[in-house]
C-alpha cells in the first residue's frame, strides 16, 4: 500500500516569500513521486496537487490584499488559526492514524498521527523586537506544543538545528538538516539578455548594487543605507542602489532612513518584482549587498552566487554556512567596514569578478534534488518506526 503524506500547503495561499517558496518547490516535486500518496492541504479541504496564489497583475491584487488583512483585521492571525484548525482537524479524520503529516509552518494542526515539521528559524524567541507582537504570540503560544509532537523536525541550516537543541532542549537526533538551494533560473547571463528586461527599471547590466527582501527591521537595511551613504559621491552616481522586495512589519522605519537616498534619485525601492523578472535582475547587478540579522537560511545570497554576482552579507546566523570563504561577511553593525567592503568592490571589478567567480562555485554545492530526496528519506524513517510488524 502506497504511503500517504498529509502536507500542508497552506502558505502557498499567501505572498510568494521566502518560505512559500520552499512550500512551493517541495510540494510541487514530492507531487510527481509515485512512491508516496500526496494530499496537499490547501486551506479548505485536502488535494492531489498543492495550490499556489497566482502571478502577475492577480498576484499584485493578492498582496495588497493580504497586507490589508493582516493591517486592518484585528487579530488577523488568530482569526486565521481559529477557521483553519476545526476545518483541518475534520478533513485529517479520514486519515489518521496511518498517515504521515508533514507540517512546513511554525505550529501544527490537530491531528491523530504522526508528524514531522520544518522550523526554519527561531527569530520570533530570539529577537521577538523583530516581529510583530501578534506573530511573536502565536509563535510563543503554539510552536512549542507542535516540537514536542514532532517525531522529527527538519531545519534549514545547521544555525536552526542548534538553536532548537539549545533553546527547546530538542535531542539532535530528532534533528534532520536539509539544506535549500537556488532555483535553476538564477545562472549568469550576459549584459544583452539582460538588457531588455532591466531596463523596464532604468537599469543599466552591471551598474547597480542589488539587495532583495522584504523591509522589515531583521534585513537590517538601514545600515545598508548608511554604508552606501557614505560612499564617494562618483560611485553613488554610477552604480545606484536598488532594493526589491515587498513592504513588511515596520517598513516606514527602514524608510525614514532612505529617504535622503531616494531624494537624491540614488536609491530605487522597486517593491515586489515577480519570479520572471527577478533572475534578469539578480544577473545584472555590479554587487549584492544583504546585511540581514537573523536568517534561518538566507536564499538571496545564494541566488545572487548563482547568478555569478559578489556578495556582501553579515556573518550572524545561518550565512556563514551559505556563504562561507565565497562572499564578503561582516558584522551587521559594522557601518564602516561594509561600506569599505562595498567600495572595494565597486571599484576593483577584477576583485568582484573572481569573487562572483568563487561564489557560482560553491551555489552548486546546494541542489533542490538534494532537499527534496533527504525530505523523502524522513518520511521513510517515521514511517518505518510506525510499519506494523
Not at 68 to 75: D, G, L, Q
Not at 96 to 123: I, K, N, Q, R, W
Not at 163 to 186: K, M, S, V
Request: hydrophobic share 40%; proline share 8%.
Amino acid at each position: 500500500m502506497t504511503p500517504c503524506i498529509l502536507f500542508n500547503g497552506s502558505t502557498l495561499l499567501g505572498p510568494r516569500t521566502g518560505i512559500a517558496h520552499y512550500v512551493h518547490t517541495l510540494a510541487g516535486a514530492l507531487a510527481q513521486d509515485p512512491s508516496f500518496d500526496f494530499r496537499f492541504y490547501n486551506g479548505w479541504r485536502f488535494a492531489p496537487q498543492a495550490v499556489a496564489a497566482p502571478h502577475g497583475e492577480s498576484s499584485r491584487w493578492l498582496r495588497m490584499l493580504y497586507t490589508s488583512c493582516a493591517r486592518f483585521v484585528p487579530h488577523a492571525r488568530h482569526l486565521r488559526r481559529r477557521c483553519e484548525t476545526p476545518l483541518f482537524a475534520l478533513q485529517a479524520q479520514r486519515f489518521s492514524p496511518h498517515a504521515l503529516y508533514h507540517e512546513p509552518g511554525f505550529a501544527a494542526l490537530p491531528y491523530a498521527g504522526p508528524m514531522v515539521m520544518t522550523v526554519y528559524d527561531l527569530s520570533c524567541f530570539d529577537h521577538p523586537d523583530m516581529h510583530p507582537a501578534e506573530r511573536v504570540r502565536l509563535v510563543e503560544q503554539h510552536m512549542p506544543a507542535s516540537l514536542a509532537r514532532a517525531e522529527r523536525i527538519i531545519v534549514i541550516s545547521e544555525a536552526t538545528g542548534r538553536a532548537l537543541h539549545t533553546r527547546f532542549n530538542i535531542p539532535t537526533e530528532r534533528i534532520r538538516r536539509t539544506y535549500l538551494a537556488a532555483d535553476a533560473c538564477f545562472h549568469p547571463r550576459s549584459a544583452a539578455a539582460v538588457a531588455p528586461v532591466i531596463a523596464g527599471f532604468s537599469l543599466q547590466a552591471g551598474a547597480y548594487v542589488l539587495s532583495v527582501g522584504t523591509l522589515e527591521p531583521r534585513k537590517n537595511l538601514p545600515a545598508l543605507f548608511a554604508a552606501y551613504a557614505g560612499l564617494p559621491a562618483t560611485l553613488r552616481r554610477q552604480f545606484p542602489l536598488v532594493v526589491a522586495g515587498m513592504k513588511g512589519w515596520q517598513e516606514n522605519a527602514a524608510l525614514r532612513f532612505a529617504a535622503p537616498l531616494l531624494q537624491k534619485g540614488e536609491l530605487r525601492l522597486l517593491g515586489y518584482v515577480s519570479d520572471d523578472i527577478l533572475p534578469f535582475l539578480y544577473a545584472g547587478a555590479a554587487a549584492f549587498v544583504y546585511p540581514s540579522r537573523y536568517e534561518g537560511f538566507g536564499l538571496p545570497p545564494l541566488e545572487a552566487m548563482a547568478a555569478g554576482i559578489p556578495v556582501i552579507t553579515s556573518n550572524q546566523t545561518s550565512l556563514p554556512e551559505i556563504v562561507g570563504d565565497a562572499g564578503v561577511m561582516v558584522d551587521p553593525d559594522d557601518v564602516d567596514g561594509l561600506r569599505e567592503n562595498l567600495r572595494q568592490l565597486l571599484e576593483n571589478r577584477t576583485y568582484a569578478s573572481d569573487l562572483g567567480q568563487r561564489g557560482l562555485l560553491r551555489s552548486r554545492l546546494f541542489s533542490w534534488s538534494r532537499c527534496i530526496n533527504e525530505t523523502k528519506s524522513v518520511y521513510e524513517e517515521i514511517l518505518r518506526d510506525h510499519k506494523t510488524p
